[in-house]
């Protein structure tokens, strides 16, 4: 018993120390300024990774008439950075997020916070989140728009009513949250193995018995 007990307290040790290291990256909050289009345009910005991670989770800010202007799915998109634009595509999806109003308005239109859990390997570099309100073919007769944050810098928009459409500026930043967590440690790993093999066989030695 002694042994299974010292392999659950090195596995739970080992698994604080990387809920120890989770993160964020993002643009954060709405400022309540504007919003940019999420039916009749891909939306994308920018953000930076200074080590290895895992994307667990998306969230972002919507402004809308009501909960009925969001499609029921959200596709994701994660792009290289092409020296300021996004690039080739890293990862994508289709999520149906979980949406929920703040109790704030911009402009008459409701903000509301959506979600997303999501599992992709990044390297560091710099990368592109894209987002739209249902299937890029198809463009949505609502009122759903990417909430603007009080970051500086910008944001870019593709027209998917324009065949081959190139990437324009919003001179905004877009208001969303990626959780990050630690890639694995295979050293960290195979050091806490090998020393619960040395506990084994020094135990067993002792005993005579498995």
């Known amino acids: 018993m002694k042994i299974i007990t010292t392999i659950r307290g090195s596995l739970l040790a080992l698994a604080l120390a990387g809920m120890a290291h989770a993160g964020t990256v993002g ?28 994307l667990t989770a998306v969230q972002y800010w919507t402004l809308q008439n009501d909960s009925t202007d969001y499609s029921g ?11 300021g634009l996004p690039g080739s595509l890293a990862a994508s999806g289709d999520a149906a ?70 990437w324009a500026t919003n001179s905004a930043e877009l208001a969303f949250l990626l959780t990050t967590a630690p890639t694995p440690e295979p050293t960290s790993f195979a050091l806490v193995g090998c020393g619960l093999l040395t506990a084994w066989f020094s135990r067993r030695r002792f005993t005579g018995k498995v």
């Open 27 to 54: 643009n954060g909050a709405p400022n309540q300024s504007g919003g940019s289009d999420l039916n009749g345009y891909l939306e994308a910005d920018n953000f930076s990774l200074s080590d290895a991670i895992y």
């Open 73 to 83: 799915d959200t596709v994701w998109e994660i792009y290289q950075d092409a020296s």
């Open 97 to 166: 997020a979980t949406g929920t109003a703040t109790g704030k308005t911009t402009y008459g239109l409701a903000e509301y916070s959506y979600a997303f859990t999501i599992n992709v390997p990044l390297a560091a570099g710099n990368y592109w989140l894209g987002l739209h309100n249902g299937s890029n073919s198809g463009i949505p007769s609502t009122s759903f728009y990417w909430a603007w944050s009080a970051g500086t810098g910008n944001s870019q928009s593709q027209d998917l009513s324009v065949t081959s459409s190139a």
